[in-house]
């Protein structure tokens, strides 16, 4: 299997291992990073872990390479498929006319956390800022576009929390952002991967447009554990 195939397993086992809650059967982020998890195998003994790390009304978000084998009284939220795309040439257009991309980092945490909660790129906690990268587009001072980058497993690292409040969209931010946090995975030596649901056509346009092309399809598994 490529590590891509199980990229959440693999980052907690890997690159972001001193994030990991969990053991050698199931393994989580800290609930304030991120509520993405992962199991070994689709296994009772596995879900059996990850319960033991759930608190009751804790969300548990799986990437999985094959169709979820959820075990009885397990609460499915979600259960859906994602493309995963990849880029393997450094994008070019990475700026936006009067406008200026700049790094993000704590002191803009509740300004990107309200971006994050308007426009529902994915869950945004208030540790999610320490997986880095993060770069965004102020008009008159007022965050309104960001990206960053969230799993990284050896040689890839995952474009993610890409959002723009609606009034700002089709000036191209989006697009410039996402090429711009890809700049910096490749100076690292890095390929940008990233997710993006099958249903949102728009998005997929902005992601070839900054050079990604889809690798495959994983099912995106959103659950709590039994009552």
């Not at 990206?147 to 050896?154: A, D, E, H, I, K």
């Not at 993610?160 to 090429?179: D, F, K, N």
Request: with cysteine; net charge neutral.
């Amino acid at each position: 299997m490529h590590t891509l195939d199980h990229p959440i397993w693999h980052a907690l086992s890997t690159v972001h291992a001193h994030f990991a809650e969990g053991d050698d059967l199931a393994k989580r982020y800290p609930a304030d990073v991120s509520p993405l998890a992962a199991i070994r195998e689709q296994s009772p003994q596995a879900y059996a872990s990850l319960a033991e790390l759930l608190g009751p009304e804790d969300i548990a978000v799986f990437f999985l390479d094959a169709p979820p084998r959820v075990p009885e009284k397990w609460r499915i939220l979600q259960n859906l498929e994602m493309h995963q795309m990849i880029c393997h040439t450094p994008p070019t257009h990475t700026s936006i006319p009067d406008s200026v991309i700049e790094p993000l980092g704590n002191p803009d945490v509740l300004e990107m956390r309200q971006l994050a909660e308007a426009t529902e790129p994915g869950p945004f906690r208030s540790r999610t800022i320490e997986f880095g990268g993060y770069q965004g587009i102020r008009d008159a001072g007022r965050l309104v576009s960001m990206t960053g980058q969230r799993l990284r497993v050896p040689g890839f690292t995952e474009v993610s929390a890409v959002c723009t409040y609606p009034e700002y969209r089709g000036r191209g931010y989006a697009q410039a952002l996402v090429s711009t946090v890809s700049q910096g995975i490749f100076a690292r030596g890095e390929t940008p991967i990233l997710g993006v649901r099958l249903d949102n056509s728009s998005a997929v346009r902005v992601y070839k447009r900054a050079g990604f092309t889809i690798r495959r399809n994983l099912h995106v598994l959103v659950v709590k554990k039994p009552l």
